[in-house]
């Protein structure tokens, strides 16, 4: 494989993956630019005219849509970032997706109707959201409450995730693929909250909620009301078995296993981050 070494665009890049992608990038030695609402340029997924300035000069872009590609409205405005990316010279794009969600689909379209060299990370539900997302407090809490009954999940670690776009940003053979990026086994969310309570050695146990009460649950702790909808109505449409199948595609990229959920737990909770008195990550 032959690698280039593009001036990179990392949209989310202080987010799970994000980050990991601009420290996997530079570690490469390539030229990052990190969007985020802080840089400089800033970039806002929710005001374009910050686009163009974040774009200009970049020949390849890393793109994560917040607050996720599965959102409702997020095809059209991915749709409109991919064809100002090609118009500002971008030549590569490499977009993270969720798999089995119908919104994340027609946002892998609109990136292959761009004109760009297209790549597309499709991942499941992310590991790190039980210590760098909304998950946190309520493992702090002891009670991780979700409306997602005992459907197997192929937990997909951001280190992963991150290698693998990494790869295809960076590598020629890459061009025109879909990755599925999983972990290596099928866990219900009651199996990785058991292996989360053996790590911390302390009760934490998984609640399944209807949709209602847990938009209820994230309502009452001060969630935008539209969001916590949103999020409930993805829950429901992508944990019905739809996405209960692992991939090879870690170890076929990059000649490593993926990473089990059972290290993920144990290394984290040696951080203190489940910890009662932790303080709150604070970001996505």
């Not at 302390?202 to 399944?208: N, W």
């Not at 829950?235 to 019905?240: A, G, N, S, T, Y």
Request: glycine content about 10%; charged content about 25%; overall charge negative.
């Amino acid at each position: 494989m032959t690698a280039t070494a593009p001036t990179t665009l990392v949209l989310a890049g202080t987010g799970k993956t994000g980050r990991r992608v601009v420290s996997g990038l530079v570690a490469r030695e390539v030229p990052v630019h990190m969007g985020s609402r802080r840089a400089e340029p800033p970039f806002d997924w929710q005001d374009d005219t910050t686009w163009e300035p974040a774009l200009r000069g970049m020949d390849a872009a890393y793109v994560a849509f917040y607050p996720d590609a599965a959102f409702p409205g997020a095809a059209r405005t991915v749709g409109s970032f991919a064809d100002l990316a090609v118009a500002c010279g971008v030549r590569r794009l490499v977009l993270l997706a969720d798999r089995g969600s119908a919104e994340a689909e027609r946002c892998e379209q609109a990136v292959r109707d761009s004109g760009a060299e297209w790549t597309i990370v499709r991942v499941g539900f992310i590991t790190q959201n039980f210590s760098e997302g909304f998950l946190v407090e309520m493992v702090r809490a002891g009670v991780v409450a979700l409306p997602a009954g005992d459907v197997a999940e192929p937990f997909t670690d951001a280190e992963d995730i991150a290698d693998v776009a990494v790869a295809a940003l960076t590598e020629n053979d890459h061009a025109g693929r879909i990755h599925e990026v999983t972990g290596p086994r099928l866990l219900t969310f009651g199996d990785a909250v058991s292996e989360i309570a053996r790590a911390t050695r302390r009760e934490v146990r998984y609640l399944p909620l209807s949709p209602e009460e847990f938009v209820s649950s994230l309502t009452g702790r001060g969630v935008p009301a539209e969001y916590a909808t949103q999020l409930a109505g993805l829950m429901v449409e992508v944990f019905d078995g739809r996405r209960s199948n692992v991939t090879d595609t870690v170890e076929r990229i990059l000649g490593r296993p993926p990473r089990d959920f059972a290290d993920y737990a144990h290394q984290t909770a040696a951080t203190g981050v489940w910890d009662t008195h932790a303080q709150s990550s604070g970001g996505a």
